[in-house]
């Protein structure tokens, strides 16, 4: 009972990824540019983050503004009025830094977009739609005994792995693996997955343990 439960919850994991491919596959265009400009953004927010740090640090201010003090030395006839400019535009400075993040920074020229909800809206029907069409896509390979055949044999080839175990995990495959894929077909055809993964809305959807009866009816038989 054990080992089919722990087979049926491997699926619904493995489900959540394959709908993320499926609706990556509906348009790659849209996947490639949006991870580049991700990459941007992310890019501009670290190095951003990390000038804004250094201005941010008292000795590093205390050295710009000897910096720009040596520079006014260097300009005799205006030293008085560079120094005083220098003084009092790099506090204004020092304190816009104090207050600024790198994300406003990066917004401004255009390197980060803004999420708006419609988009987040798009995105959610988007899996919503894969993860359904997985699900049924799944269904119907498990009504085909050739499919059955393979995953059965699939399963005995990974029981090689285990050494020691692989006379057992022959055995558990063979008395549970027919089963288990009965259950996983009845289970995906009378639950709506997709809303206990949450990739679709559902109001029947909730956090927690979901009772599946044709696994506990066939435990009882088995018994």
């Not at 080992?3 to 609706?23: E, M, N, P, Q, Y």
């Not at 640090?57 to 006839?77: E, F, M, R, Y």
């Not at 990066?106 to 708006?116: E, G, P």
Request: one cysteine or more; proline letters at 3%.
């Amino acid at each position: 009972m054990g080992g089919r439960s722990g087979v049926i919850v491997l699926f619904l994991l493995g489900l959540t990824w394959s709908s993320s491919c499926v609706a990556a596959t509906r348009n790659p265009i849209l996947l490639l540019e949006s991870a580049h400009d991700n990459q941007v953004c992310q890019l501009c927010d670290k190095y951003v983050s990390l000038a804004i740090d250094y201005l941010q640090d008292h000795d590093n201010q205390d050295a710009l503004v000897q910096a720009l003090h040596i520079s006014c030395s260097q300009i005799p006839p205006l030293q008085k009025q560079c120094l005083s400019m220098v003084d009092h535009y790099t506090q204004l400075f020092f304190t816009q830094v104090s207050v600024i993040k790198s994300g406003q920074i990066c917004k401004k020229l255009n390197l980060c977009q803004i999420v708006t909800a419609d988009f987040v809206s798009q995105v959610h029907q988007e899996n919503c739609d894969a993860c359904r069409q997985t699900v049924s896509e799944v269904v119907a390979k498990l009504k085909d005994p050739e499919t059955k055949l393979k995953i059965i044999r699939l399963l005995l080839k990974e029981c090689k792995s285990l050494n020691n175990y692989q006379d057992k995990c022959k055995k558990m495959v063979f008395e549970y693996g027919p089963l288990m894929l009965v259950d996983l077909e009845k289970f995906l055809e009378n639950k709506d997955v997709c809303s206990i993964l949450r990739v679709c809305p559902s109001q029947w959807a909730t956090q927690g343990v979901y009772y599946i009866p044709a696994m506990e009816s066939e435990a009882l038989a088995d018994s």
